[in-house]
């Protein structure tokens, strides 16, 4: 049987010593590069969700605004109709 030379292991070691070295750096830009992503992505929808939200708070009161209005206008057409009524 040939024994392996004790260069020949050491070169191996260190290549996968290496290999294992690229493949940690690899993956720990791989997790950066999600993150990043990840934030630039609710980033996105928190600014979609504060214009949904100040949408939503304009037309509440505008139709605050335009109850108040009817209301208004309800209260009007009852007193005229009041007027127009004869007293029982």
């Known amino acids: ?8 292991v050491s070169v191996v070691v260190q ?3 290496l290999a294992t070295l690229v493949i940690g750096v690899a993956g ?8 990043d992503a ?3 992505t609710n980033t996105k929808e928190i600014s979609d969700l504060r214009s949904i939200a100040s949408d939503l708070v304009r ?10 209005d009817q209301d208004r206008q ?3 057409l009852r007193a ?3 007027r127009l009524e004869p007293t029982r």
């Open 59 to 68: 037309a509440s009161v505008e139709s605050t605004g335009t109850n108040r």
């Open 28 to 35: 720990i830009f791989l997790t950066v590069g999600r993150k």
């Open 80 to 82: 005229r109709i009041a």
């Open 15 to 17: 290549f996968l010593q």
């Open 1 to 8: 049987m040939i024994q392996p030379n004790r260069d020949t």
């Open 38 to 40: 990840r934030l630039e």
């Open 74 to 76: 309800l209260d009007d």
